[in-house]
Each structure stands twice: as structure tokens, then as C-alpha cells.
């Protein structure tokens, strides 16, 4: 890591001679004006004199302050990525406040968000108070009811038929990157029909804060009881790591029966290889008729957040102008491709202009590159005929 800091003393620190020591992978310069500028480059340098020692020191308790003084807590987690899930919990909370108008309530979000992060929404929604609540708020009804609408099927009354994918109940729900997801707590099928189990797979240290503020609210009697699935099951794993699957296996998970898999706001933060593997052995893993729920951006939408002032958009690493295409190439038969602000993802809160359907066709026949960010929210199946040459 390149780093040029300048760090300024004002005051009268005043420096007589040229001063020097070795300083490992630094080197110091300083201004005999009244006042001493440490720039700090990434090798090894040698500087002359007497007052060096007492010059290094000084800038070296300084930005060791500054460092502390700056570092982000994540309250009690690790980093941006993992505390993001506080943060959509504490998005959830304040959609839940609107009352009528809101497009689903979240009777846990505020208790897993926890106080921190909910004050920090509020905050940010004073400064914006349309764009960002608006967008998470689509994302999370556009997923709630495509998960219900898995877990249901058609043949709510009697056993899976894993000859027709239309027809299948989905036995297994597995929330990748699960964070503080409560859906399984408040969703229910209008038949009252549930999955079997539900799989929470994150980060170790994401599910052990969720299990606490689980446990403190059954404590108190706050819990609800599972609405969507019969069994709740917490499995840690890195979505990152190779062999994450042997976690999900050993936590019980049966790649016989079939699967709804929902990945929402997980893919651009994984490197493009650890994408295409995911994609893949999600497919692999699933049974026939089991579907993957996905919400993505393009390869535009991804490039800009890497200069987003967002911390967390600036983690991003993957996107696809052609979801479609992508997940077919793995297996994956898509049943549908909506970009937010379409009829299918709207609501009513959309405020920005209406998304351009066409856009794909008119770049393959103008050979042209994508200038405008987009969203995706994919359905995709594992079909009958094609997963039977897999396993």
C-alpha cells in the first residue's frame, strides 16, 4: 500500500540541524519553519542530525492516535461488510415505522440493527430521504414475495413432484449471506404451508450477534415463532473459502430435495472467480426444480463504486451486463430478469426514471459498452433435463 501522509505540527517546534535515524519502510523529511510536515512514503530512507529521534517519535505517537482516533468500532464487528447487515436490518426498521405505507414490517429489524445503526439511517435519511430507503425497501418486498412464492409452489397440498420444476415446494430455503435476515421470523405461504428448514449461511461472527439479540428476545418473550420453515439452522461458513459447501452438508442440508437458494445484495462483493464458482456449485447442489434468487448490478454499477464515497460500495468487485447469459452458462435456465423501477419492482416508490427494458439487444447490435448503472433482480431454476447430466 502507496501511502503520502502529511501530518503538520504547528506550533514552535523548531529543529537547529538536519536530523536523522533509519526509520523502517519510512522516510521523514522535515521543515525547519516554525513548524515540521512528515511525509511518509513506503521505503526505506536515512536522514542525518540530532533532532530525528525526537522528530520520529512525535509523528509516530501522532498517527498512531490519528489511527485510533479514526477507526470505525462496526459495533463489535470486524468490518464494513460484516456491519452492512446492521445497517439493511436498521433500513428494515425505519421502513417498518411508516405505518400503512410501508411495504412490509420487520417486527425484529430494529432489535437486530441494534441502536447504532438505526441512528446512523436516520441520519443519512435526513440528508436523503428518498433514494437509498426507497431502493432497499423494492429489494426487500420484490424477495420477500418471490420467496414465498417458492416456498408454496403450486402443489401446496401434497409432495413434491420433482418431474415438474413448476409444480415443486421448495423443502430447503439456504439464505447465502444471510446477515440479519428475519424473513423466516415474518413471512408465511397464504396456505400456511412451510419449508423444512431454513440454512443461514455468513460469516461466523455475523450469525454468533444475530443468535444474541435472538436469544435475548426469546429471553424476554419477543421472539416470534417461525412462520416460512419449521427449522431454523445457523451455518458458518465464508462464501469466499473453496470448500464452504461442507458446512452447509454438514449442517444437515439434503441436495435430494429441492432448494430455493436467495443470494440478495451478496454477489458484488465477491471476487468474479469466487462468483462463477458459487454459481456453479450452487447448481450442482441443487435438486431438480430448485431455484436462485438473485439480486446483482451491471459491470458499470460496479466500476463506479469503487470511487463511491460509500465505504461499503467501494468493496464491490463483480457485476454482469447479462445475467441471463451468465447463469445459463452454469447450469441455470433464468425465469426472469427485472431491472428495479420495472412494473414487477416498483410499488409505488420509484423515483427515478423508468429502466430500458431493450438496453441488451441495443448493445449487441450496436457492439456498444453499457454507460448506464443497473440492478437486477434474477429468478432462475434448476431444470429437470439439465441437472440430470450433473449429478
Not at 521505503?43 to 533532532?51: C, E, K, P, T, Y
Not at 420433482?162 to 415443486?168: R, Y
Not at 455468513?202 to 435475548?216: H, I, S
Request: include cysteine; proline fraction near 4%.
Amino acid at each position: 500500500l502507496f501511502v503520502c501522509t502529511e501530518v503538520v505540527f504547528c506550533g514552535t517546534l523548531q529543529l537547529l540541524v538536519a536530523c536523522a535515524v533509519q526509520f523502517n519502510q519510512m522516510f521523514i523529511t522535515v521543515n525547519m519553519f516554525g513548524g515540521a510536515w512528515i511525509r511518509i512514503f513506503e521505503r526505506r530512507g536515512v536522514l542525518v542530525g540530532a533532532g530525528g529521534l525526537l522528530a520520529t517519535t512525535l509523528a509516530s505517537l501522532l498517527l498512531r492516535r490519528k489511527r485510533i482516533s479514526g477507526r470505525r468500532t462496526y459495533d463489535g464487528l470486524s468490518g464494513v461488510v460484516s456491519y452492512s447487515a446492521l445497517k439493511i436490518a436498521a433500513w428494515r426498521a425505519v421502513e417498518s415505522d411508516l405505518g400503512d405505507k410501508a411495504l412490509f414490517v420487520d417486527p425484529l429489524a430494529a432489535e437486530l440493527a441494534g441502536p447504532t445503526a438505526v441512528a446512523e439511517v436516520r441520519a443519512r435519511m435526513a440528508q436523503t430521504p428518498d433514494s437509498i430507503p426507497s431502493r432497499l425497501s423494492i429489494r426487500t418486498r420484490y424477495f420477500d414475495d418471490a420467496l414465498v412464492e417458492a416456498v408454496q409452489g403450486v402443489n401446496t397440498g401434497g409432495p413434491v413432484d420433482v418431474s415438474s420444476p413448476s409444480q415443486t415446494t421448495m423443502a430447503q430455503v439456504v439464505l447465502l449471506g444471510a446477515g440479519m435476515d428475519s424473513r423466516i421470523f415474518r413471512l408465511r405461504t397464504s396456505s400456511g404451508h412451510k419449508a423444512e428448514v431454513c440454512f443461514e449461511v455468513d460469516n461466523p461472527e455475523v450469525l454468533a450477534a444475530k443468535q444474541e439479540v435472538l436469544d435475548r428476545c426469546a429471553a424476554a418473550n419477543r421472539l416470534p415463532a417461525l412462520q416460512l420453515v419449521n427449522r431454523r439452522v445457523a451455518v458458518g461458513a465464508d462464501l469466499n473459502d473453496h470448500n464452504w459447501e461442507w458446512q452447509l452438508l454438514a449442517a444437515g442440508f439434503d441436495r435430494n430435495l429441492p432448494t430455493v437458494w436467495l443470494a440478495e445484495g451478496l454477489l458484488m462483493y465477491l471476487e468474479p472467480q469466487a462468483v462463477e464458482a458459487l454459481t456453479a456449485k450452487l447448481f450442482k447442489l441443487s435438486a431438480p426444480g430448485s431455484q436462485l434468487l438473485v439480486s446483482m448490478v451491471n459491470e458499470v454499477s460496479a466500476n463506479k463504486a469503487k470511487s463511491s464515497k460509500s465505504e461499503l460500495m467501494q468493496t464491490w468487485k463483480w457485476g454482469s451486463d447479462d445475467p441471463a447469459t451468465f447463469f445459463r452458462s452454469f447450469g441455470w435456465s433464468a425465469l426472469s430478469v427485472v431491472q428495479i423501477g420495472a412494473k414487477e419492482a416498483h410499488y409505488g416508490r420509484w423515483t427515478g426514471p423508468p429502466p430500458d427494458q431493450g438496453y441488451l439487444q441495443y448493445l449487441q447490435y450496436t457492439n456498444a459498452a453499457d454507460t448506464v448503472s443497473r440492478t437486477f433482480y434474477v429468478k432462475a431454476t434448476a431444470q429437470f433435463s439439465k441437472h440430470k447430466s450433473v449429478v
